[in-house]
């Protein structure tokens, strides 16, 4: 195993558990830990003896969504150039590739708030388990940007288009229920037994003979994705756009003020 400083691994019997851990961050992804993602599922991309792996946050919080604050990018006096700003917002989709491409099968246990990259990264997995109490959100657009990390195509195979527009553009919280109606989410668990029900699918994906599964999985991700690269490689660019207007500025103004936002389309 790996030495991660904000992850935590342990494996069981081809059952792999891996666990989000900044908890004074609030499991907010940061460079480094979307890099020790990346890493480790390009590690375990096709493991033979591993059956299927669970994503947890903490007990009570999945986490927070993106923290790029602190990034090296973020800390330069002088804007980057942009060929450079375009390799770097390519962190969150390569991590969400990366663990879409995993041959296991991946299970996301998700307790308390899940938000914005966070969202991005659960939908990149096979399946979500959700604990009463639980909430998925999405508050970019409100905030003046798009939703990048080319994570609109997987909304719209979940959820069908209607219910992806609502659930992107409002940005509002969608509790647990709701999330296992539209789709979004597989099962219902009581609070704080998330990780429990996503152990027992893990089992019975253990039980089962490994080649069919995955040439399965497969065979349905190449079906539900054939056409999402052609539909989102140009987020990050939008995501550029989005982040240098008028628009964004006053979001994330609005936001710390806690005021509503006066938005201009500049």
């Known amino acids: 195993m790996a030495d991660y400083k904000h992850l935590l691994v342990t494996e069981d019997g081809g059952i792999v558990t891996v666990q989000l851990n900044r908890p004074d961050a609030r499991n907010s992804l940061n460079t480094l830990m979307m890099e ?8 375990h991309r096709t493991r033979p003896d591993v059956r299927a792996i669970i994503l947890r946050g903490g007990d009570k919080n999945f986490s927070a969504g993106a923290d790029l604050g602190g990034t090296a990018l973020a800390e330069r006096d002088a804007p980057p150039p942009l060929l450079e700003l375009r390799e770097a917002v390519l962190a969150g989709p390569d991590m969400c590739k990366a663990w879409e491409e995993i041959e296991a099968i991946t299970i996301v246990a998700v307790e308390g708030y899940c938000v914005g990259g966070a969202c991005a990264l659960a939908t990149s997995c096979d399946f979500r388990i959700v604990g009463e109490g639980a909430s998925m959100r999405l508050p970019e657009v409100p905030l003046g940007i798009n939703m990048s990390w080319r994570s609109v195509p997987r909304l719209v195979s979940l959820m069908g288009p209607a219910r992806a527009k609502r659930f992107v553009m409002f940005g509002e919280m969608t509790n647990a229920e709701t999330c296992v109606t539209w789709g979004l989410a597989d099962e219902l668990a009581p609070k704080g037994k998330a990780y429990d029900a996503a152990r027992v699918w893990a089992d019975k994906v253990a039980a089962l003979p490994p080649l069919p599964v995955r040439m399965t999985k497969e065979s349905v991700n190449a079906i539900a994705g054939a056409n999402h ?21 006053e979001g994330v103004a609005a936001f710390f003020e806690k005021r509503k936002p006066a938005f201009k389309g500049e």
């Not at 989102?232 to 964004?248: G, V, Y």
Request: aromatic share 20%.
């Open 36 to 43: 020790e993602l990346t890493v480790f599922a390009r590690g």
């Open 229 to 249: 690269f052609a539909s989102s490689f140009m987020d990050r660019d939008q995501f550029l756009l989005t982040f240098a207007t008028k628009d964004f500025q």
